[in-house]
Each structure stands twice: as structure tokens, then as C-alpha cells.
């Protein structure tokens, strides 16, 4: 009897990431949310046509909303719907979950910001941290660390070599 081929998993993986905000932030808590999105978006995201560097979430009316983010719709989108790359997307999370984020936001002044976008069984889910802003030398302690383990992994590799 021949071996059945195992499924492949369509539409896992990463769709986008935003690197700037590791960058710029010091990221306490991640959240799963799902995005209320139109067609023409989905299949720009298949294409991987998005880009999170100057995104953030924003709280109105009790619902959070992704502010600032741009799907560019492809060429072959359809005619009769008009494509806004930039609108407002409203974000999915439970009520326990908005009313934690909106007491961090108000009272301690915590950013919403997405970190990545990515697909769970065929669902776009957006990844948002729960952040508070890095002042100038903090980023410049990052980047110290960063290289330093950089130049420590190579002498660890040169010294294993030896080995």
C-alpha cells in the first residue's frame, strides 16, 4: 500500500513583519487579533503586498482599529469596488481582551502596535504588542548588546574551529 503524501499547510507563514517596532519599542505583551478585511485585500496579502513600518492601533468607540497600514491593491483587482490602501481596518478581540488593552493604553500610557501579520488556517491574524517607547539611549544600549553577541558568536565559532 503507498504512503499518502502529507497535506500541505496553504496559507501558513509570515504575510509581513514590522522590524522598526523592536526597534522603537519595548514590547511587555503580544496579542493575537484577527482583521476584518475585504477580498481585494486578501488576495494583495497572498501576494504579499503590505506594509506595517507606520502602523499602530487605535481605540474608538470601544473597538480597536488598525490606523496606518498599506495593502496595495494588485493591478488585476477588481473594477467596480474602489481600492483604499490605507483605510482603517477594525481588529477582532474579544471584549476581556479590548478592555485589558484599553486600561494599559489610557492609564499607563502603553502603544498598541503590530509587530507581524501572518496567516493561521487561512485567517490573517495580526500580532500586536502592548509597547512603551525606547528613549535614544536605550536604542543605543540595543544595538551595543546586539553587536557585542554578534562578535561574541564568532569567536565562538573561530574557537570551535580550532577545536
Known amino acids: 500500500m503507498a504512503k499518502q503524501k502529507p497535506k500541505e499547510k496553504s496559507g501558513t507563514g ?46 474608538k468607540g470601544g473597538e ?4 496606518g497600514s498599506s495593502i496595495v491593491p494588485l493591478i488585476s483587482a477588481s473594477t467596480h469596488v474602489v481600492a483604499e490602501d490605507r483605510r482603517t481596518r477594525k481588529l477582532l478581540l ?4 479590548i478592555d485589558t488593552l484599553v486600561g494599559a493604553i489610557e492609564r499607563k500610557g502603553y502603544t498598541l502596535v503590530p509587530l507581524s501579520m501572518y496567516w493561521k488556517s487561512n485567517r490573517v491574524k495580526v500580532d500586536l504588542g502592548l509597547a512603551r517607547g525606547k528613549q535614544e539611549h536605550d536604542k543605543r544600549d540595543t544595538a551595543k ?7 561574541k558568536q564568532r569567536v565562538m565559532r573561530a574557537r570551535n574551529k580550532l577545536a
Do not use: C, M, P
Open 14 to 59: 509570515t504575510i509581513a513583519q514590522n522590524k522598526r517596532a523592536r526597534h522603537e519599542y519595548h514590547i511587555d505583551q503580544h496579542y493575537e487579533a484577527g482583521i476584518a478585511l475585504q477580498g481585494w485585500e486578501v488576495k494583495s496579502l497572498r501576494a504579499g503586498r503590505v506594509n506595517l513600518g507606520d502602523a499602530y492601533a487605535i481605540v
Open 64 to 67: 480597536i482599529f488598525l490606523f
Open 94 to 97: 474579544h471584549r476581556a481582551e
Open 145 to 151: 548588546e546586539r553587536d557585542w553577541n554578534r562578535e
